[in-house]
C-alpha cells in the first residue's frame, strides 16, 4: 500500500500541473481576445472622432498625389489600387487588342490610328503610361490634347495661361490660386501642339514636390518602345526628364476644402454649351435653374451644379464623346443636347477654323468622311434610368465603404460588378445572383446586337467597294457615303461605350437598330449602282384578299 | 501556481469586465434602439428608423427579437450579438448589411404579432408553405435601408 501511495503522488501531482497549464492556456487566449476585442473597439472610436488628420498643407501646386496621401490615406491607397490587376476587362499586363477578338473594328476604322491599335481599357493607374506605348501615339504624330485627359494637365495649363496672358507665373502665384481663365488660355495654347512636346512640358511643370521626380506610377518608356531613345539612356538635358501624372487627386479636388470640383475646360466650354441650348437636361436640375434664372453669368458647374451633379460632372471631363487632334481645340459637342444625334448634328454643322467641314477621318477603303466616336458614357448615362433616378457616376463607380467606423467613397474606380453589394443594393434589394443575372442579361443582349451591326457594317463596306470597283465614282456615290457614315457613327457609339449597353439600354438597342438599317440602306443603295437594272414588278400577279383562307384541295 | 493561475483570470475577468463596460455592453440587455446604433453600421437603419412608419409603436427588439418567450428574446440577442461582434470586430460583413435567414424569420413572425388579424386571409394554408416576406413590399416600414430575402419559407 505504502508503495502504492507512494507511486500516484507524482501521478497526481502532475495531473493536476496539467489542469493549471491548461487552465493558465485558456486564461492567457482568452484575455487576449477579450484585449484584441478591446483594442478594435477603442480604434473604431477613435475613427469615427476623428475622420482624418492633415499632416501636410496643400495648395493649387500639389499635383503630385503622394503629399495627398499623408493627410487621406484611404483615399491614397483606393487610387492606387485602381493598378491593380483586379479591374474589370484590364489587368496588370497589357490587355488583349480588341482589334483581335472583333475583326470588324479594322474595318471600321481603316485609315484611323485605332485600326493600329486598340485594346481594353485598364484602370485609372495606367492612363498615361498606355497611352504613351500604344502604337497609336507611337506610330502617328497625334495631338497635345490627348493630355487634356490622360495627365494631370490643371497647372501646367495654368502656367502656360499666365504666361500668354502676361502675368505672374511663379510656383508662388500659380500655388495661391485656381484662376479658370488662364486654365482656358493655357488649354487654347497647348491644345494643338504635338503629344511628344505637351508631355514634355507637362514632365517640367510644377508638381509641389520638387525634390522628388519619382511617380507613383512607372511611366512609359521614353517615345514608347520605338523611336530616337528607344532602349536608350535619355540624356540628362533632355527635356523628357520630369515627373508627369495620371489624373490624380487635384484634378477632382480643392486642394484647400476638399470639395469636388471640375478643372477641364473641355467640360467647362461643353456644359456652358449645352446649358445655353435648347436641348432638355431633366437630369440635371441646376442646368434647367440656370435657365430659369436671369441668365447674367454664364454657366458654372463649380458655382451652378449640386453636389450629386458634381459627382458626374468630376467624370464626365474625360469619359465623353470629343473631337481630339489638332485643326482646333478640343471640344464637347453638346450645343444640341447629349443625345446621339444631336452629337451628330453638331459635327454635321461644325466647322474648322480653316473653313473645311468637320471630319475625325477619311475612311480608308471607301473614301467616305466619318466621324470617330470616342467614348461616350456620359452621354450614354445621360439617356438612361440611373440618371433619371439621380443616380451619380460616384455612387456605382465609388461607391461608399466602411474603413473601420469611417465612410467614405472608394477611389478605387472600377466596374460595379466587382462591389455588386455596395453599389448596387444600397438601392435594389435583391440578392447578387439575381443582379448578376439582370447584368448579364442587359450587356450579352448588346453584345449581340452589336456583333450584327459589326456584320451589316463590313457587308456595306463590302457592297460599296464592290460599286466602286464596277465604276461607280465618288459623285454616284454620294449618297452611299453619308448612309455609310450614320451606319458607322452609331456602331461605333456603342461599340465604343465603356458599359456594354448598360448605361442605358433601351438607348443603345436603338441606336444600334439604326446602324443596322443605314448599313443595309448602304449596301442596298450600292448594290443598286453595280447590279443591272430590276425589270419591273408591274406585271407581277397579286393575290386577291380571300378572308378565311380556305384549305388547299389535293 | 495556483496563485498564478488564479490571478490570470483575475485580469481576464478584470479585463472583460471593462471591455463589457467601455463597450457599453450592458446596454444590449434592454430595449433602448440607442443602443443598437453602438455599432457604427446600424446607424443608417436607426437613423431612418426614427423617421419611419413604426417609430411610434415599435422599437429594434419588437421586429428583431421573437415574442414567443423571455428565454428565446434572450437567445436571439446573444446570438445576433455575438455574431455582429465577431463581424464587427473582423470587419468581415456586408455593406450595406444583409439579414440572415434566421432573423428574417423572426422578423416576419413579428410582423404577424401585431398584424395577423389584419392578414389572416393572405396567409400559407398549410404549415410549412412558403409565401413572400411582408417587408419584401413594405421595404421601408421599420427603416429604409434593408436588404431582405424575397420569400419567406416555412410559415
Known amino acids: 500500500m505504502p508503495k502504492n501511495a507512494m507511486q500516484s503522488t507524482p501521478d497526481k501531482q502532475s495531473g493536476k500541473a496539467t489542469v493549471l497549464l491548461l487552465a493558465f492556456l485558456v486564461a492567457a487566449i482568452g484575455t487576449a481576445l477579450v484585449a484584441w476585442v478591446l483594442i478594435t473597439m477603442f480604434t473604431h472610436k477613435q475613427e469615427a472622432r476623428v475622420p482624418y488628420v492633415q499632416v501636410v498643407e496643400l495648395n493649387e501646386i500639389s499635383v503630385d498625389p503622394e503629399p495627398w496621401g499623408l493627410n487621406w490615406p484611404h483615399h491614397f491607397d483606393g487610387w492606387k489600387a ?34 493600329i491599335d486598340y485594346r481594353q481599357a485598364r484602370g485609372h493607374a495606367y492612363m498615361l503610361y498606355d497611352q504613351g506605348v500604344t502604337e497609336r501615339v507611337t506610330k502617328k504624330p497625334q495631338a497635345g490634347a490627348c493630355l487634356h485627359c490622360h495627365g494631370s ?36 495654347e497647348v491644345s494643338t501642339k504635338t503629344y511628344e512636346e505637351v508631355l514634355a512640358m507637362l514632365k517640367q511643370a510644377p508638381d509641389g514636390t520638387p525634390d522628388e521626380n519619382e511617380p507613383v506610377f512607372p511611366p512609359a518608356p521614353v517615345g514608347g518602345f520605338e523611336g530616337e531613345f528607344a532602349g536608350q539612356p535619355v540624356p540628362e538635358d533632355h527635356p523628357m526628364v520630369g515627373e508627369a501624372h495620371p489624373v490624380t487627386c487635384i484634378d477632382c479636388h480643392n486642394p484647400k476644402t476638399m470639395a469636388i470640383r471640375v478643372t477641364r475646360p473641355g467640360f467647362v466650354n461643353g456644359i456652358r454649351a449645352l446649358a445655353e441650348g435648347e436641348a432638355p437636361a431633366p437630369h440635371l436640375p441646376s442646368i434647367a435653374k440656370w435657365r430659369n434664372g436671369d441668365r447674367n453669368e454664364p454657366y458654372d458647374p463649380n458655382a451652378h451644379a449640386s453636389r450629386q451633379e458634381m459627382r458626374s460632372f468630376v467624370c464626365a471631363q474625360c469619359h465623353v464623346e470629343y473631337y481630339c487632334a489638332n485643326k482646333k481645340t478640343l471640344t464637347f459637342p453638346w450645343k444640341n443636347g447629349l443625345r446621339m444625334e444631336d452629337e451628330e448634328r453638331t459635327w454635321e454643322e461644325t466647322t474648322f477654323p480653316d473653313g473645311s467641314d468637320f471630319v475625325d477621318y477619311i475612311h480608308g477603303e471607301t473614301g467616305a468622311v466619318t466621324y470617330k466616336v470616342q467614348h461616350p458614357e456620359f452621354e450614354l448615362w445621360s439617356q438612361g434610368i440611373h440618371a433619371r433616378s439621380g443616380v451619380s457616376c460616384a455612387d456605382c463607380h465609388m461607391p461608399y465603404q466602411r474603413v473601420g467606423a ?149 | 501556481m495556483p496563485v498564478l493561475v488564479a490571478a490570470t483570470f483575475g485580469v481576464l475577468g478584470g479585463l472583460g469586465v471593462f471591455t463589457f463596460g467601455y463597450g457599453e455592453g450592458y446596454a444590449y440587455l434592454g430595449n433602448d434602439p440607442q443602443s443598437c446604433a453602438n455599432c457604427h453600421v446600424m446607424q443608417e437603419s436607426y437613423d431612418s428608423w426614427v423617421k419611419s412608419s413604426h417609430h411610434a409603436v415599435a422599437v429594434c427588439n419588437d421586429c428583431h427579437t421573437p415574442h414567443d418567450s423571455y428565454a428565446a428574446k434572450y437567445l436571439t440577442k446573444a446570438d445576433n450579438g455575438f455574431f455582429h461582434s465577431l463581424a464587427f470586430t473582423t470587419g468581415n460583413f456586408k455593406d450595406p448589411i444583409q439579414i440572415k435567414q434566421r432573423n428574417s424569420k423572426v422578423v416576419q413572425a413579428s410582423c404577424l404579432h401585431c398584424h395577423q388579424d389584419l392578414v389572416n386571409h393572405m396567409l400559407p394554408l398549410h404549415e410549412g408553405d412558403d409565401m413572400l416576406s411582408c417587408v419584401h413590399c413594405h421595404a421601408s416600414v421599420g427603416h429604409s435601408q434593408s436588404i431582405a430575402p424575397r420569400r419567406y419559407e416555412g410559415y
Open chain 1, 153 to 188: 494637365t490643371t497647372v501646367l495649363y495654368r502656367k502656360v495661361g499666365l504666361e500668354a496672358l502676361g502675368e505672374d507665373s511663379s510656383d508662388e502665384a500659380l500655388a495661391a490660386d485656381f484662376n479658370m481663365e488662364a486654365v482656358q488660355k493655357g488649354f487654347e
Open chain 1, 406 to 554: 469611417a465612410k467614405l467613397s472608394s477611389h478605387n474606380v472600377q466596374s460595379p460588378l466587382k462591389t455588386i453589394n455596395s453599389s448596387c443594393q444600397n438601392c435594389h434589394h435583391q440578392s447578387e445572383t439575381e443582379l448578376v443575372d439582370r447584368i448579364e442579361t442587359i450587356q450579352s443582349r448588346n453584345q449581340a446586337l452589336l456583333e450584327r451591326a459589326g456584320e451589316a457594317m463590313t457587308e456595306m463596306i463590302d457592297a460599296i467597294l464592290e460599286a466602286k470597283a464596277a465604276g461607280a465614282d465618288d459623285e454616284a456615290l454620294k449618297d452611299v457615303f453619308v448612309l455609310q457614315r450614320k451606319a458607322m457613327w452609331r456602331l461605333d457609339y456603342i461599340s465604343s461605350e465603356n458599359s456594354r449597353g448598360f448605361h442605358a439600354d433601351q438607348e443603345a438597342a436603338r441606336i444600334l437598330g439604326e446602324s443596322i438599317d443605314y448599313s443595309r440602306q448602304a449596301q442596298v443603295a450600292a448594290l443598286r449602282l453595280r447590279a443591272p437594272e430590276a425589270p419591273s414588278t408591274a406585271d407581277l400577279p397579286i393575290e386577291e384578299v380571300q378572308g378565311v383562307t380556305t384549305p388547299q384541295e389535293e
Open chain 1, 82 to 115: 485602381t493598378a491593380g490587376d483586379k479591374f474589370y476587362g484590364g489587368s496588370s499586363a497589357m490587355p488583349q487588342s480588341k482589334l483581335e477578338k472583333q475583326p470588324w473594328l479594322k474595318r471600321l476604322y481603316a485609315g484611323y490610328a485605332f485600326s
